[in-house]
């Protein structure tokens, strides 16, 4: 006997394939419905299992020559199997209790199948629509009903990525001052109006540095965002502007080259440089440093989106001496990505950040967004590679001016 197993959508599809491979003479031994595919255990699709045979003797299944023949012969099988189902369900009826009966089950046919599959494509792009929808009313809030000037205010903070409980905060503030001085409604009164609350929102954030009484500077951050390249830079302004006596250190052992970075700035600067795998190892660094008046500490890049690994990296910034920690963030990631990380390394006390790549951007909305809704205090904005010239202290007026641009024309 030859025995072959058949996976369809639906038993009408199986028939001809059983047909055509083993013959007319075949037999349907066992049918039921399985699910097969999916990811983990989910989104798994219904099927129909069949099981047919035919006895080893037979003969082979002749050619299909009359697509019509054969398309009744299968719609006749579908009757027949509908019909004794029918009948045994009759039966079935007259042997037991109504309150025992159960329905048949239906068999699901192809067309219907199709249907329903075509119907599920349609709503999920329809749920798609209405959530990309949604999210640009969310984030781009209508202003049509606005004067064209308020407008164009709006739409550069978009632009510059604001939040936009920020923007709706400035938006709804600026219409305040203008309800008694209409006068002033043209492009360079609006948008020294936004700069002057601009300012008057960052002034308890801004106008702050590293703490000078700090022996020890950690610095934090996700990978790629340029620490050991920012260390570098205020190591050597500290060490060749101001003489002070530097030393480094490094926990950066994840990432390939990194100690190797990190030293070739401490041979060019003529400082220690000391490596720690483990929180174990940091007494005997503070140690071989101990003649240092200011010490860098640069830490492994992680994904800080995950709340574990900034306590990893937070085990290693303990310390007896008085010390800080910097977070260093840059200005070409996601701005949502920053506030995750900021939001998982403010849990632990850090209060101040650092932003780089200033020259690879023209959107700048990160910033106030942090200072904002986190109350991180900006100290430093690094741009460029050239040690120790591209970074500086972070200047709230300079940086106001960068965010809103130009007043717009009329």
Same mark, same amino acid.
């Given at each position: 006997?030859?025995?072959?197993?058949?996976?369809?959508?639906?038993?009408?599809?199986?028939?001809?394939?059983?047909?055509?491979?083993?013959?007319?003479?075949?037999?349907?031994?066992?049918?039921?419905?399985?699910?097969?595919?999916?990811?983990?255990?989910?989104?798994?699709?219904?099927?129909?299992?069949?099981?047919?045979?035919?006895?080893?003797?037979?003969?082979?299944?002749?050619?299909?020559?009359?697509?019509?023949?054969?398309?009744?012969?299968?719609?006749?099988?579908?009757?027949?199997?509908?019909?004794?189902?029918?009948?045994?369900?009759?039966?079935?009826?007259?042997?037991?209790?109504?309150?025992?009966?159960?329905?048949?089950?239906?068999? !699901?046919?192809?067309?219907?199948? *199709?249907? /329903?599959?075509? +119907?599920?494509? =349609? #709503? &999920?792009? @329809?749920?798609?629509?209405?959530?990309?929808?949604?999210?640009?009313?969310?984030?781009?809030?209508?202003?049509?009903?606005?004067?064209?000037?308020?407008?164009?205010?709006?739409?550069?903070?978009?632009?510059?990525?604001?939040?936009?409980?920020?923007?709706?905060?400035?938006?709804?503030?600026?219409?305040?001052?203008?309800?008694?001085? !209409?006068?002033?409604?043209?492009? *360079?009164? /609006?948008?020294? +109006?936004?700069? =002057? #609350? &601009?300012? @008057?929102?960052?002034?308890?954030?801004?106008?702050?540095?590293?703490?000078?009484?700090?022996?020890?500077?950690?610095?934090?951050?996700?990978?790629?965002?340029?620490?050991?390249?920012?260390?570098?830079?205020?190591?050597?302004?500290?060490?060749?502007?101001?003489?002070?006596?530097?030393?480094?250190?490094?926990?950066?052992?994840?990432?390939?080259?990194?100690?190797?970075?990190?030293?070739?700035?401490?041979?060019?600067?003529?400082?220690?440089? @000391?490596?720690?795998?483990?929180?174990?190892?940091?007494?005997?660094?503070?140690?071989?440093?101990?003649?240092?008046?200011?010490?860098?500490?640069?830490?492994?890049?992680?994904?800080?989106?995950?709340?574990?690994?900034?306590?990893?990296?937070?085990?290693?910034?303990?310390?007896?001496?008085?010390?800080?920690?910097?977070?260093?963030?840059?200005?070409?990631?996601?701005?949502?990505?920053?506030?995750?990380?900021?939001?998982?390394?403010?849990?632990?006390?850090?209060?101040?950040?650092?932003?780089?790549?200033?020259?690879?951007?023209?959107?700048?909305?990160?910033?106030?967004?942090?200072?904002?809704?986190?109350?991180?205090?900006?100290?430093?904005?690094?741009?460029?590679?050239?040690?120790?010239?591209?970074?500086?202290?972070?200047?709230?007026?300079?940086?106001?001016?960068?965010?809103?641009?130009?007043?717009?024309?009329?």
């Amino acid at each position: 006997m030859r025995v072959k197993r058949y996976v369809v959508n639906a038993l009408p599809e199986a028939l001809p394939m059983i047909r055509s491979e083993l013959g007319k003479d075949a037999v349907i031994l066992n049918t039921k419905e399985v699910r097969i595919g999916g990811f983990m255990g989910m989104f798994r699709k219904k099927k129909m299992e069949v099981i047919a045979a035919i006895e080893s003797g037979a003969p082979a299944p002749a050619p299909a020559s009359q697509p019509r023949q054969a398309a009744a012969d299968v719609q006749r099988v579908v009757h027949a199997i509908q019909e004794s189902k029918r009948q045994a369900a009759t039966a079935t009826a007259v042997l037991e209790p109504p309150e025992l009966q159960t329905p048949p089950p239906s068999i !699901p046919t192809a067309p219907v199948s *199709q249907t /329903i599959n075509r +119907i599920n494509d =349609d #709503l &999920l792009e @329809e749920i798609r629509h209405i959530k990309l929808s949604l999210k640009q009313l969310s984030t781009h809030r209508p202003e049509v009903d606005k004067p064209l000037v308020i407008q164009a205010l709006y739409s550069r903070l978009v632009q510059q990525e604001v939040e936009a409980e920020l923007i709706d905060r400035l938006i709804d503030t600026v219409n305040e001052k203008l309800a008694g001085n !209409p006068e002033l409604l043209n492009p *360079q009164d /609006i948008w020294s +109006i936004a700069r =002057d #609350l &601009l300012n @008057e929102w960052l002034a308890p954030q801004a106008n702050h540095t590293i703490n000078h009484n700090a022996r020890i500077v950690h610095f934090v951050g996700p990978t790629g965002v340029g620490k050991t390249t920012t260390i570098a830079k205020l190591a050597a302004g500290q060490s060749i502007k101001f003489g002070r006596q530097i030393g480094l250190i490094t926990s950066d052992t994840y990432r390939i080259a990194a100690v190797d970075q990190l030293r070739t700035y401490a041979n060019i600067l003529n400082v220690p440089m @000391e490596v720690v795998f483990s929180p174990m190892d940091l007494p005997k660094a503070y140690k071989q440093l101990e003649d240092r008046e200011l010490i860098y500490m640069d830490t492994a890049g992680r994904n800080f989106r995950n709340e574990l690994h900034v306590s990893e990296v937070n085990s290693l910034l303990q310390s007896n001496e008085q010390s800080e920690t910097v977070l260093v963030l840059s200005l070409t990631g996601k701005t949502k990505d920053m506030m995750a990380v900021a939001d998982n390394f403010v849990k632990y006390g850090v209060s101040k950040v650092l932003f780089t790549k200033l020259d690879e951007t023209s959107v700048y909305g990160a910033i106030f967004n942090l200072a904002l809704l986190y109350e991180l205090k900006p100290v430093f904005v690094a741009s460029g590679q050239t040690v120790p010239d591209d970074i500086g202290p972070f200047d709230a007026e300079r940086y106001v001016d960068a965010l809103l641009g130009a007043p717009a024309d009329e």
